[in-house]
């Protein structure tokens, strides 16, 4: 049936577009070849230009975590040929992935940190960090999600770093100066603090040294710390319940 759904919207797909998102859904089947089979299918569609490629690639990106390691090879494949394709097209679609996991009450720490590291990689070195720097701590400025902070706080700690991007860093301190109250956050900026220091470029040492000044002195600044309070877990709510 999944296979026949793939032919439909390779013939129709201004028909079936409308409906894509149901394929997806099979995605987290509890049936491994349904799990194999759709991705298959999904994998051929997007690569050949017949799926057009938006916000679902956080349903695919799930499948890092699959129990099938088959599978976890498959979508390991599918992220390497989309950069082949398209070296634009992880970056394009990593803000919009981000926030989307993060809405996910399925998505614990463990699991986004595993898409990052394996979608991360495809970010050409320094290319787009400058452009990814801004906009992910805009997203911690303006979302109100505490796990949507956490996770592009640590997103922005994987990502590679020039002059320019650092300096876009120090520039936007006051989008995450509030959020530096939350200790894992706090955790990431230090650890991008201990990475640009082992860079050791005489370009960036003023840079950095402004970078460590803010770091140390924010709390000087109005902010008072707050240490992370795990979540409760909510009783009474079946499986399918929204959080």
């Known amino acids: 049936?999944?296979?026949?759904?793939?032919?439909?919207?390779?013939?129709?797909?201004?028909?079936?577009?409308?409906?894509?998102?149901?394929?997806?859904?099979?995605?987290?089947?509890?049936?491994?070849?349904?799990?194999?089979?759709?991705?298959?299918?999904?994998?051929?569609?997007?690569?050949?230009?017949?799926?057009?490629?938006?916000?679902?690639i956080s349903d695919i990106a799930l499948l890092f975590d699959d129990p099938e390691h088959k599978i976890q090879g498959l979508v390991k494949l599918f992220f390497h040929e989309l950069h082949k394709k398209d070296s634009k097209a992880i970056y394009n679609l990593l803000p919009e992935a981000i926030g989307r996991l993060s809405r996910m009450p399925t998505v614990n720490e463990t699991v986004f940190q595993n898409f990052a590291r394996n979608v991360m990689q495809y970010l050409e070195k320094e290319k787009y960090s400058e452009t990814l720097v801004d906009k992910l701590t805009s997203r911690i400025a303006n979302s109100d999600n505490e796990k949507d902070w956490r996770n592009s706080a640590y997103c922005l700690s994987l990502l590679q770093y020039n002059e320019k991007s650092i300096r876009k860093l120090v520039d936007n301190f006051e989008f995450y100066r509030e959020k530096l109250a939350d200790d894992e956050i706090n955790e990431y900026f230090k650890n991008l603090l201990t990475k640009f220091k082992k860079m050791g470029r005489a370009e960036t040492k003023i840079l950095v040294d402004e970078f460590e000044s803010k770091l140390t002195n924010y709390m000087k600044e109005g902010v008072e710390p707050k240490r992370k309070v795990p979540e409760k877990k909510k009783k009474g709510k079946g499986r399918g319940a929204a959080s």
Not at 18 to 44: C, F, G, W
Not at 48 to 53: P, R
């Open 1 to 56: 049936i999944i296979i026949s759904i793939g032919d439909l919207i390779h013939r129709f797909p201004i028909i079936t577009e409308p409906y894509t998102q149901n394929l997806y859904q099979n995605l987290q089947d509890e049936s491994a070849a349904v799990r194999k089979t759709t991705l298959m299918v999904i994998t051929h569609l997007i690569l050949n230009d017949m799926l057009k490629l938006r916000g679902e």
